[in-house]
């Protein structure tokens, strides 16, 4: 009896302290720049969840270094539920590129959930006259190692996309990092490389002017902002798709009543039609997920990148 009084004096704090959570501000620490996708996300349901939770929600940006330094910061975090990471896709393909980081994704970091997807539009000049991802690939065929493609810089969703198409197209292309999106967008029209997987807020107007046309989506499904630009696995490139996504993570050790009410109330959040409408202004389409199968993707992905980031010998610059 004195031994089931022990046991349970021990499990009776872990509950009443999820219970009382959050009973001060929660912070995010965003992996990347102000303005950015993933900030423009966080930002988007960051009032919603502190109504939810009834607590200030304190968006912070902490970015370098592909979202390690956040992600750094966050891992060795007291794993309270206080201080949370909002990390994209890049997330698994970091350990493979970035010698020495601080942290073990996949064991350092608890999934809560995608907040959401955000696809890649695979552009080109109009110049080209390719209506199609098969008049591309021709081409690329006919003249292997003379063609290039873009990326926003090494080991972005941009690259990785641009990689895994290459791959699945079975095509010999010329990888092009630049500083960002734009400068990689201007090079597309200007012809001086061929193709680029744009997020698609930055490739919409652009493409509504027709200053770019759109192949392909680079995304497992059509985009919501572009329902009618087929995917390139629907063009018949198996395992071209890349996922592209922006996710919350706790420290390992959370509670997992405190991952399990930040996952309700977030689900709650992006089901709001005004949510819905701010990710759209960014071609962002909300995507819950339990934490479960967050982790479960995380490992997938961890597995598949790191296959990838080999074949093609990518590493940071």
């Known amino acids: 009896m004195k031994r089931l009084i022990a046991l349970f004096a021990l499990l ?7 219970q009382s959570w959050p009973d001060k501000p929660v912070h995010i620490v965003v992996a990347f720049t102000p303005g950015s996708a993933t900030d423009v996300i966080g930002r988007s349901v960051a009032n919603e969840l ?9 968006v912070e940006n902490k970015p370098g270094a592909g979202g390690t330094i956040a992600a750094g910061q966050v891992a060795k975090a007291a794993p309270d539920g206080y201080t949370l990471l909002l990390n994209s896709s890049g997330h698994t393909v970091s350990p493979w590129i970035y010698d020495k980081l601080n942290y073990d994704t996949a064991k350092d970091l608890r999934g809560i959930t995608l907040l959401a997807r955000q ?12 209506k199609t991802v098969d008049d591309l690939v021709k081409q690329a065929k006919a003249q292997p190692g003379k063609m290039s493609f873009g990326s926003a ?17 079975k095509i010999d292309v010329v990888h092009v990092p630049y500083k960002g999106t734009p400068e990689a967008l201007n090079d597309v029209m200007g012809g ?41 696995e629907e063009a018949g490139y198996k395992g071209s798709a890349y996922d592209y996504w ?28 005004e949510v819905k409408e701010r990710l759209a202004k960014v071609g962002a389409d909300p995507a819950p997920i339990s934490p479960q199968d967050f982790d479960a993707l995380v490992v997938r992905e961890l597995k598949e990148n ?6 093609a010998g990518i590493k940071a610059q």
């Open 12 to 18: 009776a704090p872990l509950p009443a302290a999820a």
């Open 50 to 58: 502190s109504a939810k939770l009834g607590q200030t929600v304190l």
């Open 119 to 130: 696809p890649n539009i695979l552009v080109v000049s109009p110049d080209k006259g390719w």
């Open 153 to 169: 810089g090494v080991g972005s969703a941009t690259h990785m996309n641009g990689e895994k198409f290459k791959a699945a197209a």
């Open 192 to 232: 001086r490389v061929e193709y680029f997987f744009s997020p698609v807020v930055s490739a919409l107007s652009l493409i509504g002017d027709k200053r770019v046309v759109a192949l392909a989506n680079g995304s497992p499904t059509r985009s919501s902002v572009l329902p009618n630009v087929p995917t390139t």
């Open 246 to 273: 922006a996710g919350l993570f706790a420290p390992t050790g959370t509670p997992q009543p405190v991952i399990d009410k930040l996952n309700k109330a977030l689900a709650e959040v992006l089901a709001m039609p």
């Open 306 to 311: 790191g296959e990838l980031v080999k074949a």
